[in-house]
């Protein structure tokens, strides 16, 4: 699993959400991802997406299998977010 968490500024609230909505409609259409954005109760404009994969090559394969309209989507999406504050997590299930 690999979170990516960090607020947007309110300013470009409505346009993240419509970006983050495309965005989740193509990473559910590949089998082998599980995608969700979450919202921190309480704090408005914080946010958190959650990859998760089916094996360590998937996961290793997120970036690269990412076609230009992907590419662009993220581009997007980063214009939206607050400069600095990201936090990058990285999970591993244990067996």
Partial sequence: MFTISYGIRPETRETYLGLVGQLKTFMRSEP???????????????FTEVFVTQSLED??????NQDSATQELIQK????MERGGRKYSTLVEID
Avoid: Q
């Fill in 77 to 80: 999406l980063e214009e939206c």
């Fill in 32 to 46: 082998t991802k599980d995608y969700s954005v979450y919202e921190a109760k309480g704090k408005k404009n914080s």
């Fill in 59 to 64: 996961f290793e394969a997120l970036e690269d």
